[in-house]
């Protein structure tokens, strides 16, 4: 059963990744060029954080207290798909309707990517742990590859409200091997005492930075490249097509990062990796004094394949410890940090970016590697991974 669900989640991912790959570089640029305001996206993003913080543990509860999992993570879908269409209609005279597609938006992570994760972790094969999350990195990089260019596509010669129409009918599809899943009750009671007491246990102390340091990077990092290509170097649509080119062409090195995961030393992988996307990372700032497309291509692709090669191993690493900890608990644990990292960074830059002009972003991509050695944390508790 369990490789049953793990082949209808790939089909799953299919459709879904395509939704998600065009709108993660789609929404901070359509927000940017519909009020003309940095501090705007980060305050959009802050906000839906705000909410996600309130629900999603309630919302995980009674998921597993109903013994419906599945059925959340379908209703997850459902308010992404609302968010979508909400973001598809908004237009400078109606701003408003940015108000329910942020609720949306809130209520589709608490719903979907809590239960995504914990699903992940009671199905996957510890044994395989790198090999079927590198199945899933691949097909995110295949779709990924289809997905920028289109939205590029679409949003330069449509309309940025096309494209969000086209996504919402992607996770619509998504929706259909969901149906066909067999996501076994967590039977446990889920509740803020017991998540409390998990947190101190000295296993999860030793990782909770590393969660932090993922939200405060990805919030930062990806955010204000979006927005310095848009704004200083080309359109959405150079984006969609250096976006998509270079995930293609970084596939192999997903493919490697998890059989090395299963076949080497984990703790030194997460390290090299760690080190290696930091120092990747600085290129950015180079961009700042030679903004040739051709550079921007050598620079984006290093940094991708760094990016994805990391992110697949610290994937990896979550999902080992949700099985040998707590299956329920240990994604619970992981988003409220994340959601920390998000909040507070996002928080300062939209007060930030209120006052500062835009050329600051530039100083964001000099901050933002230093989040990124904090996810190389993740490797603290490795012990548990050697433990029958």
């Known amino acids: 059963m369990k490789q049953r669900n793990i082949r209808l989640f790939y089909l799953h991912e299919l459709f879904f990744q395509f939704s998600d790959s065009m709108l993660l570089i789609v929404t901070p640029v359509f927000l940017y060029k519909l009020t003309s305001s940095i501090s705007a996206v980060f305050a959009f993003i802050f906000l839906w954080n705000v909410i996600h913080s309130i629900a999603f543990i309630p919302v995980f509860n009674l998921a597993m207290k109903l013994k419906k999992p599945k059925l959340f993570m379908m209703f997850g879908v459902l308010f992404y798909i609302s968010s979508q269409l909400f973001m598809g209609s908004t237009t400078p005279e109606n701003l408003y309707l940015l108000i329910p597609a942020i609720f949306c938006f809130a209520l589709y992570v608490s719903f979907y990517w809590m239960v995504k994760h914990w699903f992940l972790s009671v199905n996957v094969d510890l044994e395989r742990m790198g090999k079927q999350v590198s199945i899933m990195g691949i097909i995110r990089m295949l779709i990924s590859f289809i997905a920028p260019i289109t939205a590029g596509f679409l949003s330069h010669f449509v309309s940025f409200n096309t494209t969000y129409l086209l996504g919402a009918a992607a996770s619509l599809c998504g929706l259909i091997p969901m149906l066909l899943f067999h996501a076994p009750p967590h039977t446990e009671h889920i509740n803020f005492k017991k998540v409390l007491h998990t947190m101190k246990l000295p296993e999860v102390k030793a990782i909770r930075f590393a969660f932090f340091s993922e939200g ?173």
């Not at 995930?247 to 998890?258: A, F, Q």
């Not at 530039?362 to 490795?382: A, N």
């Open 216 to 388: 405060a990077a990805f919030t930062s990092l990806s955010q204000a490249w979006l927005l310095i290509f848009t704004i200083f170097i080309g359109s959405i649509l150079n984006l969609g097509l250096l976006i998509g080119v270079t995930t293609l062409i970084t596939s192999l090195g997903i493919w490697l990062s998890g059989h090395w995961f299963d076949k080497r030393k984990r703790t030194t992988l997460l390290t090299k990796l760690t080190n290696l996307r930091t120092l990747c990372l600085m290129l950015y700032l180079s961009i700042y004094f030679n903004r040739h497309l051709a550079y921007v291509w050598i620079v984006e692709f290093i940094n991708r394949l760094a990016f994805e090669m990391q992110k697949n191993v610290s994937d990896s690493y979550l999902y080992s410890y949700s099985q040998k900890i707590n299956p329920a608990e240990i994604p619970l644990i992981r988003e409220f940090y994340i959601n920390l990292g998000r909040l507070s960074v996002s928080l300062i830059l939209a007060i930030s970016f209120y006052f500062l002009p835009n050329h600051f972003l530039w100083f964001i991509m000099f901050i933002g590697p230093f989040f990124v050695l904090g996810i190389s944390t993740m490797k603290r508790s490795d012990h548990l991974l050697h433990q029958r």
